[in-house]
């Protein structure tokens, strides 16, 4: 079938690490990528966010990534792109007319919204992922929520609109039907994370401690390396390595706020910020880890714990959102409170402490994640709900 992907902030071809350049980069990328393996012919629609940029670019993995030109030319925050929408949404209007597409899969809100009124010329289905609900984000953040006024009322009428929603997790279902979305619009399909490249075989980065603690993501208060960083103080003989964040450290404002409270907790010659890490060497910095934290106050999801489980590497995790079902509590790793610095530094000081626990950990993790987040999976779980919506219902697909 024809698929056209839908991610006008978050573009697969993007550098990790940056404001706005997380995980739903990597999963727009790798379902795109698996959804082409499956046989299928894969477009994926981003803003325009430099000048001298190709209209069409084939990529190595065989789908095409398609610039539209909607706002400036250049970096623009996510948040403030809503008044783009309606060029973007009249340029996929149009593309789609001369090739119209089997189905439209739209991530994030904005793209939900610019897809769902291309799509009602030509009848195109739509599935919808969220990745993040402003409503979770208004309840978390208060007044530090730099959404545009309407986005919870935009994201319910996209919910509505669309023909299915693919929520990422369980705790996502219970905020849409809270919302006021049906319940059987709304299919799980977690994200993924791909096997082959992820392993617990491979090469390992050096480090400089006995024990090392690797937390990865953007540097945004709400990932919680603060509360990471103030656990250290409970944790000996332990480094804390952080990657992501601009590639000018010096001038990040959350960078200078957190080496100052590294100074605070006495920790900072423990803790590292390295900024971006290329994709490539994800892995062998995962390997590097005796336990890799991921502690944010909510999480829609985070890609993060399933690399970390790939590469055998046990996950200490906070309680909130998607970490709930990929992180299995005294099985894979450990899920503590969030916003807790005491429990979540004994919780890392136990597992550094009992090797024979923590390597049970990582097995286990390896085995959850081939049984349940391989990407080809996923991708097999997705082209279910486009079929359930009528999308090239007539072929055959590959098994």
Not at 30 to 52: E, F, I, K, S
Not at 158 to 182: F, K, Q, R, S
Request: charged share 25%; net charge neutral.
């Amino acid at each position: 079938m024809r698929i056209a992907m839908v991610s006008e902030h978050a573009s697969p071809l993007a550098a990790l690490g940056g404001a706005d350049a997380g995980g739903q980069n990597v999963h727009v990328a790798a379902l795109a990528a698996a959804l082409v393996r499956r046989g299928h012919d894969v477009a994926v629609y981003t803003r325009r966010d430099a000048p001298g940029s190709s209209r069409r670019v084939a990529t190595s993995d065989a789908y095409e990534v398609v610039h539209v030109p909607a706002g400036p030319a250049e970096q623009v925050p996510k948040d403030d792109l809503l008044p783009y929408m309606a060029d973007f949404s009249r340029f996929l209007m149009d593309d789609w007319h001369e090739q119209r597409p089997d189905v439209v899969h739209s991530h994030f809100w904005m793209s939900g919204l610019a897809s769902v009124l291309a799509a009602r010329r030509d009848h195109i289905p739509v599935v919808h992922t969220y990745h993040a609900l402003g409503t979770v984000k208004r309840r978390h953040q208060g007044a530090r929520d730099t959404s545009p006024a309407g986005r919870i009322t935009m994201e319910r009428l996209v919910g509505h609109e669309v023909d299915a929603v693919a929520a990422t997790c369980d705790d996502e279902v219970g905020e849409l039907i809270a919302m006021g979305l049906p319940r059987n619009k709304i299919t799980v399909v977690p994200c993924g994370v791909d096997t082959t490249v992820f392993t617990p075989v491979g090469h390992a980065a050096a480090r400089g401690a006995p024990h090392r603690i690797v937390a990865v993501g953007r540097l945004v208060p709400r990932k919680g390396f603060d509360d990471l960083i103030a656990a250290l103080a409970l944790v000996r003989d332990a480094e804390l390595v952080i990657a992501g964040g601009s590639r000018d450290l010096k001038a990040d404002p959350e960078a200078r706020r957190l080496h100052a409270i590294a100074e605070v907790h006495g920790v900072s010659d423990r803790v590292h910020l390295i900024g971006q890490v290329a994709r490539a060497d994800m892995p062998s910095l995962l390997r590097s880890a005796d336990v890799v934290a991921c502690v944010p106050w909510y999480e829609p999801f985070g890609i993060v714990p399933l690399e970390a489980m790939a590469c055998g590497v046990p996950v200490v995790a906070s309680a909130v959102g998607g970490l709930t079902d990929t992180v299995v509590d005294g099985v894979t790793g450990v899920l503590t409170p969030p916003r807790d610095p005491r429990s979540l530094g004994k919780a890392l000081r136990r597992l550094l402490a009992d090797r024979s626990r923590a390597m049970a950990f990582g097995m286990a993790g390896r085995d959850r994640v081939e049984a349940r987040y391989a990407w080809d999976d996923i991708a097999a779980r997705t082209e279910r709900v486009y079929l359930r919506v009528g999308a090239d219902d007539g072929l055959a697909v590959a098994q």
